[in-house]
């Protein structure tokens, strides 16, 4: 399949390690912030999200942590596996009259066996 | 359950030429919103429609249209076509015009 992004950062890692990933927003007014995965080849698929009034949000082997003070959004991935390899997105939801997502630059997570 | 379905996948067009995007929502889902994503980079806003109402539109030029039809689904389309336009474009529903937003996986527009 083809690369979903080409110069992205990108972070590798070994299996079984835990991976961060991070993220810097633009918009203090955004009250809902999303991280997705894209494979190559598919559509961004959903992995957590977390409102603008919570700090810490967990699901299954991820969490993602807010920082409104200094905008900030990471993405905790415990356990990476092989299949976890993909370009991360985060998005915030701004709300101007009617709702948008912008997405940040992308990171590129390599996990080697 | 069908997720988001986009036609067609690939496609390759002239510039100059005209090009017609087709999303279906998952049942149920009345609002879709269109994001080009260029390679290398995220996802950008097009439009958002609710409701077969347009509620909102991205930084894009007028050639650049869409409409929902009364059973949700949608086009996007694009006139008089640039190299540039050449892009990922995704379909994204959700069940009301706030968050929840499932993508689909895309159509890949090749402007030769």
């Known amino acids: 399949g083809e690369s979903v992004g080409l110069h992205l950062p990108t972070l590798s890692v070994q299996e079984g390690d835990n991976s961060i990933i991070n993220c810097a927003y633009s918009?203090?007014?955004?009250?809902?912030f999303i991280w997705y995965k894209q494979e190559s080849g598919k559509g961004p698929q959903f992995i957590i999200d977390?409102?603008?009034?919570?700090d810490k949000r967990q699901g299954q082997r991820v969490t993602v942590l807010l920082n409104k003070t200094v905008k900030h959004l990471s993405l905790q991935i415990a356990a990476t596996q092989p299949g976890d390899s993909a370009v991360y997105f985060c998005?915030?939801?701004?709300?101007?009259?009617?709702?948008?997502?912008?997405f940040g630059t992308g990171t590129r997570l390599l996990v080697s066996p | 359950d069908a997720g988001v379905t986009q036609s067609p996948t690939h496609l390759i067009k002239t510039r100059g030429q005209h090009v017609t995007l087709r999303c279906s929502p998952i049942?149920?889902?009345?609002?879709v919103s269109w994001y080009q994503q260029v390679l290398g980079q995220g996802p950008q806003f097009i439009f958002q429609?609710?409701?077969?109402?347009?509620?909102g539109r991205g930084n894009f030029p007028d050639r650049f249209s869409a409409r929902q039809f009364p059973n949700y689904s949608s086009e996007l389309n694009v006139n008089a076509l640039l190299l540039g336009d050449s892009a990922l474009y995704l379909c994204?529903?959700?069940?009301?015009?706030?968050?929840?937003?499932?993508f689909g996986s895309g159509t890949r527009l090749t402007v030769v």
């Open positions: 994204a529903s959700s069940l009301t015009e706030h968050y929840g937003y499932t």
């Open positions: 918009n203090s007014a955004s009250d809902y």
């Open positions: 977390i409102r603008s009034n919570m």
């Open positions: 998005a915030e939801n701004i709300n101007t009259g009617f709702q948008k997502l912008v």
């Open positions: 049942s149920g889902h009345k609002s």
């Open positions: 429609y609710y409701e077969k109402e347009e509620r």
